[in-house]
């Protein structure tokens, strides 16, 4: 049984950081690509970022280019999303997700992060 744990959300002022983590377990995910996905209130889940389990090649949107870093540790079977000079319209749940082929079939319970300003 697959199962994808966020941790690390919390309050944070503007223009700091945070770092996300997604426990993975149930399977080998050499295969699946990991992706990081955010909902605001009142708005559409969007994604953020993701990385290729075997080849660590990664992806961003463009709200989080250039702020956002995502990675993996293999031996700990655990990808993170470090969050720098974050802003309040970063504010929302962070979720985890894995996929395979085209469709993200596993999804973490998410984590909640605000940003004061």
């Known amino acids: 049984q697959v199962q994808l744990v966020e941790s690390g959300g919390g309050l944070v002022q503007a223009g700091g950081s945070l770092r996300l983590s997604c426990a993975a377990s149930g399977r080998t995910f050499n295969r699946y690509t990991m992706g990081w996905f955010r909902q605001a209130p009142g708005k559409e889940r969007e994604f953020v970022a993701r990385?290729?389990?075997?080849?660590?090649?990664?992806y961003y949107s463009d709200s989080a280019k250039g702020r956002f870093t995502v990675s993996r540790d293999n031996a700990k079977n655990t990808v993170y999303l470090q969050m720098n000079s974050l802003v309040p319209e970063d504010t929302a749940v962070y979720y985890c997700a894995a996929r395979l082929y085209n469709t993200y079939n596993y999804w973490g319970q998410g984590t909640q992060v605000t940003v004061s300003s």
């Open positions: 990385i290729q389990w075997s080849s660590g090649s990664t």
